[in-house]
């Protein structure tokens, strides 16, 4: 499933964009804080299609997007439920109307989608959620996809079953939870252990790991430690 070549514009029409500064505005007024509020429209099989997805319209390949998308289309289909709209808790934040909705259904929902975004930045549940899920979860599919042309297409959909079949049994709250003393994934500084006899590595990234810490460079530190250590 990808949006990459949706054959129509999916940017906000006049009519609902003019709507749009007018209910920001009342939101504003009536003293809600959010963040930058972005509206796409979409047909109803993207909007299930990105609703597959949990909302965010880049992901890794797994079938079990398909099954999810494959209910939400037949739930249209058949008359049983309907997506109104969707909002994602990023920043800028990313709402999606359903472009068969009437405009009074339009109207109602943008106004719904600013309490939304209100709640995402000033609700102490969420101050701890990363504010870039839109790029993370992109990151993750791309990381997924190398893996899969890396080991294989069906050792990446077996592991991934596994991760998955633990989904549910893992605490949602964890992720707000200080077990230990935090450390950046951007500190990059070097590790401190005076009496550790191995080669000093640095902290980096997989990709960048032989141009940070060549070997040449570990080989010479350790032949040069072990020099010192018989010379002691």
Same mark, same amino acid.
């Given at each position: 499933?990808?949006?990459?070549?949706?054959?129509?514009?999916?940017?906000?029409? #006049?009519?609902?964009?003019?709507?749009?500064?007018?209910?920001?505005?009342? #939101?504003?007024?009536?003293?809600?804080?959010?963040?930058?509020?972005?509206?796409?429209?979409? @047909? #109803?099989?993207?909007?299930?299609?990105?609703?597959?997805?949990?909302?965010?319209?880049? =992901?890794?390949?797994?079938?079990?997007?398909?099954?999810?998308? %494959?209910?939400?289309?037949?739930?249209?289909?058949?008359?049983?439920?309907?997506?109104? %709209?969707?909002?994602?808790?990023?920043?800028?934040?990313?709402?999606?109307?359903? =472009?068969?909705?009437?405009?009074?259904?339009?109207?109602?929902? +943008?106004?719904?989608?600013?309490?939304?975004?209100?709640?995402? /930045? $000033?609700?102490?549940?969420?101050?701890?959620? $990363?504010? /870039?899920? +839109?790029?993370?979860? #992109?990151?993750?599919?791309?990381?997924?996809?190398?893996?899969?042309?890396?080991?294989?297409?069906? %050792?990446?959909?077996?592991?991934?079953?596994?991760?998955?079949?633990?989904?549910?049994?893992?605490?949602?709250?964890?992720?707000?939870?200080?077990?230990?003393?935090?450390?950046?994934?951007?500190?990059?500084?070097?590790? &401190?252990?005076?009496?550790?006899? =191995?080669?000093?590595?640095?902290?980096? &990234?997989?990709?960048? @790991?032989?141009?940070?810490?060549?070997?040449?460079?570990? &080989?010479?530190?350790? @032949?040069?430690?072990? /020099?010192? /250590?018989?010379?002691?």
């Amino acid at each position: 499933m990808s949006l990459t070549h949706t054959p129509y514009d999916t940017l906000l029409p #006049a009519n609902l964009r003019a709507l749009q500064a007018e209910i920001e505005g009342y #939101a504003r007024e009536y003293g809600l804080d959010f963040y930058e509020t972005i509206f796409e429209v979409l @047909d #109803a099989d993207d909007l299930n299609e990105v609703a597959a997805y949990g909302g965010f319209p880049t =992901r890794y390949p797994h079938w079990s997007f398909g099954m999810q998308y %494959e209910e939400l289309k037949k739930g249209y289909d058949y008359g049983l439920s309907k997506i109104y %709209e969707m909002v994602i808790n990023n920043d800028p934040c990313y709402a999606y109307l359903m =472009r068969c909705n009437h405009v009074v259904d339009q109207k109602l929902v +943008m106004a719904h989608v600013y309490g939304h975004c209100d709640f995402f /930045k $000033n609700n102490q549940y969420f101050a701890h959620t $990363n504010r /870039k899920m +839109m790029d993370e979860m #992109a990151n993750h599919g791309n990381r997924i996809r190398r893996y899969a042309e890396k080991y294989g297409e069906d %050792e990446i959909e077996k592991f991934l079953d596994i991760c998955m079949s633990i989904d549910d049994l893992i605490d949602a709250h964890s992720v707000a939870i200080k077990r230990r003393e935090e450390i950046s994934r951007y500190d990059f500084s070097p590790e &401190k252990d005076e009496e550790d006899a =191995r080669p000093t590595r640095f902290k980096s &990234k997989a990709y960048m @790991d032989e141009y940070i810490n060549p070997k040449a460079a570990l &080989k010479a530190e350790e @032949d040069e430690r072990r /020099k010192l /250590k018989e010379a002691a």
